[in-house]
């Protein structure tokens, strides 16, 4: 089972991922993910080791620059990341697809070579959008999410590491990154929406009811 979630930045598309991988055993590919691993990656080797390949920081570079000033990297970058994961994780039941497609030639693309039984799109507004990108962190340890707001502590209750922001969560990149949405993403929902299995999801609505909306339309079939 293959299942895509759309919606703009925040809207909390790598929560659902998450709690959906869990549960339906499937793999969760953010592409969001995958790009922060390759511009954290090189800047590792760089700090240890002079000798990284020219075309891979400058690679890493733009990237870098692309996601801080909440732009899109190219298609046909994104394009060859998910085919590489998909061809590695071949045995799994299925692909959580979190931050992809979101373009309608990314779209194109993965309809060429992967069955998409579920397209949920989680809706939700630029303000609300604005202010849970201020209020997100992560531990850069282990990866747990946080809601600033709700939490007393700089470090992680689960391993002790640093809770940091991501740099992308200004207010203005944030709002940079949802006219992004509307106006390169957006129309992935008019080329899908006729496409069976695709569900308009209340992403306002708490992480558990959107949570459980989810799993009762994939459960019901
Ligand atoms: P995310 O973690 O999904 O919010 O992605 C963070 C940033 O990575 C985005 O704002 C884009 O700059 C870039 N990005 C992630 N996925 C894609 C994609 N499918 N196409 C183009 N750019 C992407």
Redesign the pocket.
């Known amino acids: 089972m293959n299942i895509i979630l759309i919606g703009p930045?925040a809207s909390g598309k790598?929560t659902q991922a998450k709690l959906l991988e869990n549960k339906f055993g499937l793999f969760h590919l953010?592409?969001?993910?995958l790009?922060r691993e390759i511009v954290s990656h090189v800047n590792d080797i760089q700090s240890h080791d002079k000798s990284t390949n020219e075309t891979e920081s400058q690679l890493s570079y733009k990237i870098k620059s692309?996601?801080d000033k909440?732009?899109?990297?190219p298609?046909d970058l994104?394009i060859q990341l998910v085919k590489e994961k998909l061809a590695e994780i071949r045995s799994q039941k299925g692909v959580m697809f979190?931050?992809?497609?979101?373009?309608v030639a990314?779209a194109k693309e993965l309809e060429k070579f992967t069955k998409i039984d579920f397209i949920f799109e989680i809706a939700v507004d630029r303000q609300t959008i604005v202010a849970r990108a201020l209020d997100r962190a992560k531990c850069e340890n282990c990866g747990k999410d946080f809601i600033l707001s709700q939490t007393n502590s700089l470090l992680c209750d689960g391993c002790g590491g640093k809770i940091v922001q991501r740099t992308?969560d200004t207010a203005e990149t944030a709002s940079k990154?949802y006219d992004e949405y509307l106006q390169k993403t957006y129309p992935i929902i008019d080329y899908f929406k006729n496409h069976e299995g695709y569900y308009k999801i209340d992403g306002k609505k708490s992480v558990g009811e959107v949570y459980h909306k989810i799993c009762e339309i994939i459960e019901k079939i």
């Open positions: 930045p790598g953010s592409t969001g993910e790009l692309l996601i909440g732009q899109f990297v298609d994104i979190d931050g992809f497609p979101r373009t990314q992308d990154r």
